[in-house]
């Protein structure tokens, strides 16, 4: 069985770097085609996907948010790290931790984490 | 970039009813589209891939059709616990989410 949880602050200031840790198990990074990915939720609103590392160390991001994003892995802690520099308000948001599995042909997720909620505010 | 609509924006149905909602790229997207389900409180999960593929475990009145840029959930005879929001998401190297459908009883 597949788990993902996510870990990290719950609130932030603005201007401060965020740091999210996702923790899984029942799959490895050794696995050709595996790959984990951030996803986030404003209060209310629609998903934006965020970044996405695989298990051959490619990384992806939102051209829109690429500037601000790293995301790393730590196959030895079966951890994903993703930081978000610069915080603001608007980036409150439910932060979801999410897999690719490697059979997928398509960049689409299951399971998902169950989330953790961020609030940038002073 | 691609964007991602959908509709209705909401919509009210009930019990046993047939409800079907529409997702538009803004240009042609082959057949790289998943719909997820999400209730309140909780996670997506996802429902369709690739268009028309059914999750393993997603029960079978949920069907997902089209390819190109218009794409259709269904769901024949609707659940009590089918009542959630959906959203579309193109699955390509830099995903998008459609806005969401909200489904209320009617």
């Known amino acids: 069985q597949i788990t993902l949880k996510e870990s990290g602050p719950t609130l932030v200031k603005p201007t401060q770097t965020l740091t999210l840790t996702c923790t899984f198990s029942?799959?490895?990074?050794?696995?050709?085609?595996?790959?984990v990915g951030w996803i986030r939720q404003s209060p209310g609103k629609a998903l934006e996907w965020l970044a996405a590392?695989?298990?051959?160390?490619?990384?992806r991001y939102s051209p829109s948010l690429k500037s601000r994003l790293t995301i790393s892995k730590d196959t030895s802690k079966d951890q994903v790290v993703l930081t978000m520099t610069n915080m603001d308000p608007v980036d409150t948001a439910t932060y979801y931790c999410?897999?690719?599995?490697?059979?997928?042909?398509?960049?689409?997720?299951?399971?998902w984490g169950q989330g953790t909620l961020v609030t940038v505010s002073s | 970039d691609i964007q991602m609509t959908q509709s209705p924006s909401s919509l009210s149905a009930s019990l046993g009813d047939r409800v079907t909602i529409t997702c538009r790229a803004s240009?042609?997207?082959?057949?790289?589209l998943a719909w997820y389900q999400q209730k309140p409180g909780k996670a997506p999960k996802l429902l369709i891939y690739?268009?028309?593929s059914l999750q393993t475990g997603v029960p079978s009145r949920f069907s997902g059709s089209g390819s190109g840029t218009d794409f259709t959930l269904t769901i024949n005879g609707l659940q009590p616990e089918d009542f959630a929001t959906y959203y579309c998401?193109?699955?390509?190297?830099?995903?998008?989410f459609g806005p969401g459908t909200k489904v209320a009883v009617k």
């Open positions: 999410v897999y690719r599995q490697p059979a997928a042909v398509g960049n689409w997720f299951d399971p």
């Open positions: 029942g799959f490895s990074f050794s696995t050709s085609g595996v790959a």
């Open positions: 590392i695989s298990w051959d160390d490619v990384k």
């Open positions: 240009q042609p997207i082959s057949t790289w």
């Open positions: 690739a268009a028309s």
């Open positions: 998401q193109l699955g390509v190297t830099i995903p998008a």
